[in-house]
T-cell receptor, first 117, second 113 residues
Framework: GAVVSQHPSRVICKSGTSVKIECRSLDFQATTMFWYRQFPKQSLMLMATSNEGSKATYEQGVEKDKFLINHASLTLSTLTVTSAHPEDSSFYIC?????????????FGSGTRLTVV | KQEVTQIPAALSVPEGENLVLNCSFTDSAIYNLQWFRQDPGKGLTSLLLIQSSQREQTSGRLNASLDKSSGRSTLYIAASQPGDSATYLCAVRGIQGAQKLVFGQGTRLTINP
């Protein structure tokens, strides 16, 4: 149980275009999801907390106009990288927690490798 | 502000050895601590979760301990195998606000056949 599905796993886009990444909780409802960014050989950096039905909460230094988050349902959160540039190339991972299973921790998606050319 | 540190940053050992990975955190006000495994280019796989009231958790060859008062956790891997090669991350969940996870930098483990 507590499976999080993330798509796409890899995406290559041209500089200036936008890319949407989806994060779905498959067997539970997630009122809150988290989006992370990971640079090569570094740990995960929390970008924002996605809240169902309300605005996302962004961490300090993360541009909310560049990284648009939409959490329109209890099972889906999307991260859109707008006007992507090569420096946005990174590994993006989402996570969620099944609140009905208090003894369980966070479950992570398989990640999305974004390459901007 | 919570800070999580993992030592060592990298570790290479021969197959069959027992090994210990270390994780320390600065704020003992945690809800739980979670150990993850990450293979190159992949997402995170949860290995063990220790609630703040617990001292240790075991799963197969893995044993994780938690000493909340001293801000430390260890992940013990018995009889290591080449398939254990991966990056191991520990993360603590705070008790305030959105209960975010704060990650350490990870330990890159290589088990040599």
């Amino acid at each position: 149980g507590a499976v999080v599905s993330q798509h796409p796993s890899r995406v290559i886009c041209k500089s200036g275009t936008s890319v949407k990444i989806e994060c779905r909780s498959l067997d539970f409802q997630a009122t809150t999801m988290f989006w992370y960014r990971q640079f090569p050989k570094q740990s995960l950096m929390l970008m924002a907390t996605s809240n169902e039905g309300s605005k996302a909460t962004y961490e300090q230094g993360v541009e909310k106009d560049k990284f648009l988050i939409n959490h329109a349902s209890l099972t889906l959160s999307t991260l859109t990288v707008t006007s992507a540039h090569p420096e946005d190339s990174s590994f993006y991972i989402c996570s969620a927690r099944d609140l009905t299973r208090e003894g369980y921790g966070y479950t992570f998606g398989s990640g999305t490798r974004l390459t901007v050319v | 502000k919570q800070e999580v540190t993992q030592i060592p940053a990298a570790l290479s050992v021969p197959e069959g050895e027992n090994l210990v990975l270390n994780c320390s955190f600065t704020d003992s006000a945690i809800y739980n601590l979670q150990w993850f495994r990450q293979d190159p280019g992949k997402g995170l796989t949860s290995l063990l979760l220790i609630q703040s009231s617990q001292r240790e958790q075991t799963s197969g060859r893995l044993n994780a301990s938690l000493d909340k008062s001293s801000g430390r956790s260890t992940l013990y891997i018995a009889a290591s195998q080449p398939g254990d090669s991966a990056t191991y991350l520990c993360a603590v969940r705070g008790i305030q606000g959105a209960q975010k996870l704060v990650f350490g930098q990870g330990t890159r483990l290589t088990i040599n056949p």
